[in-house]
């Protein structure tokens, strides 16, 4: 390794170190990150140095395919690992793998350093098997490296999440490559007497990039580019080794023994000067560029025809080769543009992606499948549009996308089978209310049922009803909800699917009517969700579950419940449920007044469905509202206009509760009078009891006082005038802004001067307002001051915390790096940057420093 090694010895005694510590069964996460060229592969190489005798070092790369290879870095551990995860890996069962890798890993007294490079190619199945590894490091001999360039990952890449249980669950080494120093290229180039500091001046201290430069041929005259590095030494190449060189660079990844043999049928001496070039290297295995900005250089200089002849080649050999790797046949036939291989081997593909746990992968093979306008029996085509849409509701994909072809396949299947045909139509109906079509929900429902009754199908039929119990408990007719739900379960009772859906369903139901049964209703749904490997089924039970436990205000129940929901719902890649969930983690955050924590949560959500998207809303627009920054109100007033097309209560309820608010905290409590009325007749009919009491208790405020009807939560204690009451209840459940709200609606100058203190210690600026100017209308005189009002004059709304935090983010500091230099945690970082973000309106790191610049919030020296 050499040269490539240069100025890494602390990485390596940190590695060293993790090694140790994993030899006593105290296993680490490391991350290893930096931009391409910088040498995370090296590094990991160089780890064999470090290793004891005992120990051991796998090795698993993702490979930036069209749609990548499920477990593509695990399933690249055959031959390395034992037999049961062998065919663990093989099978592709992930609870299977799971289990085998557990045993694989847990092998005492023998550390393991498992090394997955380039992980933010990975597949969202490899990122469930590594949320599984992260989760459990601390308790293993196991040292997980993964490596991956932080400079590609968007706002939403799935790794982010993936960082961020790191950083929570157990011991973690963050190692951000640095740039070479003049003083290590300067070692480099003198060894070629190139000119060092002109080296310097063009790489810049990339590893990569110097040791292309060096390596040119020329050091006087210094390549601009990598590709004109690259090119310059495929120009000493005959053209029958250049077209070699091409046939293996279209495959991204190493290209293994079997594989060469049919691609270079001269043998491996035809390989020779090539890799005396030091474009690639030759392993008695496998054959592999020297790094994959080289194989992409050589890819790029290719002519399209060239291009797509070397991907023919690779493509024939893999369908004719042993073991057929579905992605990567894909892949190729992709890039040859051979739509017949795409159309018969992409929907395997996609069954096994699907079958792993890999949604996203499984929808991209499918839309490529589709791509290709494929002429196809009804009922084939049908099955591949279903499939789609059923992924894209999974992954939470654009739902315009998936409502469209599930119509599609709805339409194909219309005369066939009437099974079939009926449930179609019952995946119609939850796709068409997913997307904010209530009246095309029951539409179809209803057409399910008919077609399902007349089929005699009762398997089919229960799921169909408990379709329409679920939309019946939606919309809050709970009478009706229950005696479908009924009839379900009795149909059902014996298909642990539909008997968990119909139970869940009931559940909701009791749930609106205010019957204790609710809970355990959900809980056995959960069980038998969870038992029968339900994931659908189970994580709406997790939901459920959680949002009754919120209502009700069991935050520690609620508290208690969310990491294991949130962890089933990303392991079985239910990304609709996954944010879903993280609403629920803001909505408690929220509930607990520990705002910073709540638009990190929730603004994962605000890409969702509508119905998901609204709760976004109106909770990140109330957390604003109470903390007094912009665009509060904007942002309730769209989560109101989302939620009146969705006729829930649900939704419309809290939109409207969150709007008389923000009228009360503008000084003229009537001005949502019109929005509380429509959403509290709703409520009389078809809101649960908590949702009914908040409105009634903002009515009385908007001036049209309805009374608690007698329900037993802190607001309708409110809306009776019992402050005292609904005080200690709002104290007793953890919710310190409505204990402090309901002193502050107390006649006793006490009780104000203590909420106005508890109003300060929260940041609730507009509400501390209010509380002033009454103390003063009162006639008191000595008022606390409160905080100065930094938030207040920084025309973005940031915290003074938050503000440092940006001002760091100008000088190029990473989370871990601004975490070190204000001695909080990488955690607590993340959570500010992402309120920063959201707060400046942008999606990007760059383009919060460039927007923080413009509103006048950087120090203008930097």
Known sequence: ????????????????????????????????????????????????????????????????????????????????????????????????????????????GHPTV?????????????????????????????????????????????????????????????????????????????????????????????????AEVLASGDATTVPLTIADAVQARTAHLDPATLEILERLAVVPSVVQRWLVEVLVPAGPAALAPAEQLGLIAVTPSRVGFRHELTRRAVVDSMPAARR????????????????????????????????????????????????????????????????????????????LWEGFAIECYTIDAPASDALAAQRRAVELRRGDDPRVYGASLRWLSRICWWAGDPDGADTAADEAIAVLAAAGDDGLLAMALSGKAQLHALVGRNAEAIVVAEQAIALGKDTPATLSHALNNLAMALWGTGDARARSTMEESLRIALAADEPEHACRAYVNLILYDLELLHLDDARRLLPEGIEFAERSDFVMFTRYLQVALGALHFASAEWDQVVPAAAYALDSSPPVRCAAMTLIGRTRLRRGEPSAVETLREAWQIALPLRECQWIGPAAAALAEAAMLAGDAGAAAAELTEAYELASRFGTPAIRAELAY????????????????PYALLADGRRREAADAWRAAGCRYEYAAALADSPETADQLTALALLDELGAEPLARLVRARLRSLGVTRIPRGPTPATRVNPAGLTERQSEVVQLLALGMTNA???????????????????????????????????????GVLDPRR
């Open 1 to 108: 390794m050499g040269n490539a090694i240069l100025e890494r010895e602390d990485e390596l005694a940190a590695l060293g170190s993790s090694v140790r510590d994993a030899g006593d069964g105290s296993g680490t996460v490391v991350l290893i990150s930096g931009e391409a060229g910088i040498g995370k592969s090296s590094l990991v190489e160089a780890i064999r140095g470090v290793l004891p005798a005992e120990g051991r070092l796998l090795v698993g790369y993702c490979d930036d395919l069209v749609t990548p290879r499920v477990l593509g870095p695990l399933r690249d551990l055959i031959g390395s690992v034992g037999t049961v995860l062998t065919r663990a890996l093989e099978r592709g069962d992930r609870g299977e793998v799971l289990e085998a890798l557990r045993d694989e890993l847990g092998w005492a």
């Open 698 to 713: 903002w009515l009385g405020r908007a001036g049209r006082p309805v009374g608690g009807n007698g329900l037993d939560h």
């Open 308 to 383: 797509m002849a070397a991907n023919r080649s690779v493509l024939a050999a893999l369908l004719a080769g042993p073991g057929t790797d579905v992605s990567r046949v894909v892949h190729h036939a992709a890039q040859a543009g051979d739509s017949a291989v795409i159309v018969h081997y992409g929907p395997i593909a996609a069954r096994e992606a699907s079958a792993a746990g890999a949604h996203r992968e499984a929808a991209a093979h499918l839309r490529l499948v589709l791509d290709q306008h494929p002429i196809l029996e009804p009922r084939a085509e049908a099955e």
């Open 817 to 855: 790096e601004i975490a070190a230099r204000l001695v909080l945690s990488v955690r607590t970082v993340d959570s500010h940057v992402a309120a920063a973000l959201d707060k400046l309106g942008v999606r990007t790191r760059k383009e919060a420093v460039a927007r923080a610049r413009d509103l």
């Open 114 to 210: 498992l090394a997955v490079e380039d992980v933010h190619w990975a597949d969202e199945a490899t990122f469930d098997v590594l949320r599984y590894l992260v989760r459990r490091a601390a308790q293993l001999p196991l040292v997980l490296v993964l490596t991956y360039r932080d400079d590609e990952l968007s706002t939403d890449h799935p790794l982010r999440h993936l960082l961020g249980l790191a950083s929570r669950v157990g011991p973690v080494r963050r190692l951000r490559l640095a740039r070479l120093t003049e003083a290590a290229v300067r070692r480099l180039s003198a060894a070629v007497n190139a000119d060092s500091d002109e080296v310097f001046a063009i790489t810049s201290g990339n590893p990569y990039f110097v």
